[in-house]
């Protein structure tokens, strides 16, 4: 190769292997929040304003300051939401007159999919709309279901990626309903 | 004859109106599957079932092409649609092969200059063109082969 093409094509050729790194490395989910919880400690929420699935207006965690919510990431067309769903009405239910909630967040589904499913399952919490995952994704979801429970400070105490149980609701969401504010 | 052909251009202005149907194999090759992210006419993912299913009503609905994607787009957000965004590094899939296609421009552009270069220069030694002395020699040597 003449010297003078050597230096300008090492360095276009290094750029370009830059770019793809970056690339790479950037499309991965955020796990810092999964880090943060594993070294014990809890980690801020991120509130965002999102339309309401099934009403008008919008809709964020702050609307919920106070209270123990369980934030429930789904989406009509994934198989393991739908069976962990009777279990999230119930929990909904079962801790509304202790200070808590299920709260909803359907993430790259269809709206008339997503109400019919809500409809077929007798699912009375509300769902806010995430269209395109944003909101997702400032959580760090990689997949669906996944479920945070925030505090009455609006920290993100213990998550679950993948679908919950009773035995893990048990562990993690009895003790957030006792705390006070 | 004249009837016929009166007829045939009636029949043609009923229904050369009419825009051709748009199918699905029309948007898939167009769309993502939001979750897998790759083209929606490869994916068998879930979302991917329920995002065919959204174009088929709208088809069936009579919206078009450009009506459908508006629609992919506002329920699924931009990334639905196979192209990438125009910011962040999404930006790099259009500015680089943009800058590829310059760059080979210039390295055209260099060889052709390049060429052009050598086909002005000087001829090369053996050519047809003898420097003065040679030509006076060869001169009076073929004096010398005539005599």
Same mark, same amino acid.
């Given at each position: 190769m003449q010297p003078r093409l050597y230096w300008p094509i090492t360095f276009a050729a290094a750029a370009l292997v830059a770019l793809l790194t970056y690339g790479v490395a950037s499309t991965g989910p955020d796990t810092s929040i999964d880090e943060q919880l594993q070294a014990g400690e809890r980690v801020e929420a991120p509130v965002r304003d999102l339309p309401r699935l099934g009403a008008t207006g919008t809709g964020s965690l702050a609307d919920h300051a106070g209270r123990v919510v369980v934030l429930n990431v789904w989406a009509s067309w994934?198989? +393991?939401? $739908?069976?962990?769903?009777?279990?999230?009405?119930?929990?909904?239910?079962?801790?509304? !007159?202790?200070?808590?909630?299920?709260?909803?967040?359907?993430?790259?589904?269809?709206?008339?999919?997503?109400?019919?499913?809500?409809?077929?399952?007798? *699912?009375?919490?509300?769902?806010?709309?995430?269209?395109?995952?944003?909101?997702?994704?400032?959580?760090?979801? !990689?997949?669906? +279901?996944? $479920?945070?429970?925030?505090?009455?400070?609006?920290? *993100?105490?213990?998550?679950?990626?993948?679908?919950?149980?009773?035995?893990?609701?048990?562990?993690?969401?009895? +003790?957030?309903?006792?705390?006070?504010? | 004859m004249r009837r016929i052909a009166l007829l045939a251009l009636l029949l043609v202005g009923l229904t050369g109106v009419a825009e051709p149907q748009v199918t699905l194999p029309d948007i898939e090759d167009e769309v993502m599957c939001v979750e897998c992210r790759t083209a929606l006419n490869v994916s068998q993912a879930p979302v991917a079932d329920q995002e065919r299913a959204f174009i088929r009503a709208r088809i069936a609905e009579g919206k078009t092409k450009e009506e459908i994607k508006a629609a992919l787009v506002a329920e699924y957000g931009p990334d639905v649609l196979a192209e990438p965004d125009p910011e962040g590094f999404d930006l790099a899939a259009w500015l680089v092969p943009g800058g590829l296609i310059a760059l080979a421009a210039l390295g055209v552009a260099l060889l052709a200059r390049r060429w052009r270069r050598r086909d002005d220069g000087p001829a090369p030694a053996g050519g047809s063109e003898l420097d003065p002395a040679d030509a006076r020699r060869l001169d009076s040597e073929l004096r010398a082969f005539d005599s």
């Open positions: 994934c198989p +393991p939401c $739908t069976s962990e769903m009777p279990l999230l009405q119930r929990t909904h239910e079962s801790i509304e !007159s202790r200070g808590g909630l299920v709260l909803g967040v359907d993430t790259q589904d269809a709206t008339e999919d997503a109400l019919e499913f809500l409809r077929e399952k007798d *699912i009375t919490f509300a769902s806010l709309r995430d269209r395109d995952r944003e909101y997702g994704r400032s959580l760090g979801v !990689s997949g669906y +279901p996944e $479920t945070f429970l925030i505090d009455r400070r609006g920290r *993100i105490a213990a998550l679950r990626r993948g679908p919950v149980t009773q035995a893990w609701l048990d562990e993690h969401l009895e +003790p957030l309903l006792k705390e006070r504010a | -």
